[in-house]
T-cell receptor
Framework: KAGVTQTPRYLIKTRGQQVTLSCSPI?????VSWYQQTPGQGLQFLFE???????NKGNFPGRFSGRQFSNSRSEMNVSTLELGDSALYLC???????????????FGPGTRLTVL | DAKTTQPNSMESNEEEPVHLPCNHS???????IHWYRQLPSQGPEYVIH???SNVNNRMASLAIAEDRKSSTLILHRATLRDAAVYYC????????FGQGTRLTINP
């Protein structure tokens, strides 16, 4: 079974631009979550999508948004990029909603975003 | 924010058992305890999770205290490949990661 895939793996943008990252979950998984990882803040939850609906959201500004398609693939978008948005963006999938707590998450390799 | 407490770092020798502790004193009765690890330059990897009873899988064992305020991840025979940052997480709704424990394995 193929794992979680994320594209692109590396991205360089400049301040003010916007970016879209893509995530393909494991086949059959309906929940996709996104995380931001930085050396200073560690791993922080962005949001979770399940059946094309956002089910949970972390404490990030509205510049961070996402969506999920009917095939469970997900995209996240960051508008008006800031230097502080430079980070590793990780996507994870699971069969059940996170809220149940009973399921494991499978993480992708991440997209390394650098904002200049 | 993270509600778990773990030591910042631990060190062990190859082929010896490793016991990684975690305190989760505010855990609710229905929150599972999850453990993930992150190897260098990789995304986090699921290790194990449990609710009340001790759990075993091919990677590790999870020992949960009777009051559920703490748990211990047990790697029975550490290998160099087990060197990673280990995260203990209570609940799973947002998978709130703390700073984790950086485990070093000496050959």
């Amino acid at each position: 079974k193929a794992g979680v895939t994320q594209t692109p793996r590396y991205l360089i943008k400049t301040r003010g631009q916007q970016v879209t990252l893509s995530c393909s979950p494991i086949s059959g998984h309906r929940s996709v979550s996104w995380y931001q990882q930085t050396p200073g803040q560690g791993l922080q939850f962005l949001f979770e999508y399940f059946s094309e609906t956002q089910r949970n959201k972390g404490n990030f500004p509205g510049r961070f948004s996402g969506r999920q398609f009917s095939n469970s693939r997900s995209e996240m978008n960051v508008s008006t990029l800031e230097l502080g948005d430079s980070a590793l963006y990780l996507c994870a999938s699971s069969y059940y909603l996170l809220a149940g707590g009973r399921d494991e998450q499978f993480f992708g390799p991440g997209t390394r975003l650098t904002v200049l | 924010d993270a509600k778990t407490t773990q030591p910042n770092s631990m060190e062990s020798n190859e082929e010896e058992p490793v016991h990684l502790p975690c305190n989760h004193s505010t855990i609710s009765g229905t929150d599972y305890i999850h453990w993930y690890r992150q190897l260098p330059s990789q995304g986090p990897e699921y290790v194990i999770h449990g609710l009340t009873s001790n759990v075993n899988n091919r990677m590790a064992s999870l020992a949960i205290a009777e009051d559920r305020k703490s748990s211990t991840l047990i790697l029975h025979r550490a290998t160099l490949r087990d060197a990673a940052v280990y995260y203990c997480i209570e609940g799973a709704q947002k998978l709130v990661f703390g700073q984790g424990t950086r485990l070093t394995i000496n050959p």
